[in-house]
């Protein structure tokens, strides 16, 4: 298990820019693949981006896609997500996961063991 703590959210007008940090430890971090996730109001929680292990490959969802980027460094055993040109339909609580097999690209919940507690995203019109 690896213990997860985001921070960065806040309250942000439409067009505005946050970058979302989440800070792991408790294993290697360097071996696993992390990703984001967002969970809205009244809403599922749903995948953001993930990155591999190593930083080499990303992958985003499509509501996502060209406005928010994921990176990481694993020497700080931390990962990123700037997110820029924010929508209202952003808003929601944004998670960080760690994936529970090392060396693979998880990109679906389940892949996904570890979790931090979520920080709060708002985004006004």
């Known amino acids: 298990q690896v213990q997860l703590q985001e921070s960065g959210g806040g309250l942000v007008q439409a067009g505005g820019s946050l970058r979302l940090s989440c800070a792991g430890s408790g294993r290697t971090f360097s071996n696993y693949a992390m990703g984001w996730f967002r969970q809205a109001p009244g809403k599922e929680r749903e995948f953001v981006a993930t990155?591999?292990?190593?930083?080499?490959?990303?992958y985003y969802a499509d509501s996502v896609k060209g406005r928010f980027t994921i990176s990481r460094d694993n020497a700080k055993n931390t990962v990123y997500l700037q997110m820029n040109s924010l929508k209202p339909e952003d808003t929601a609580v944004y998670y960080c996961?760690?994936?529970?097999?090392?060396?693979?690209?998880?990109?679906?919940?389940?892949?996904?063991?570890?979790w931090g507690q979520g920080t709060q995203v708002t985004v006004s019109s």
């Open positions: 990155i591999s292990w190593s930083g080499g490959r990303t």
């Open positions: 996961a760690a994936d529970k097999v090392r060396f693979r690209l998880g990109y679906e919940m389940g892949d996904f063991g570890s």
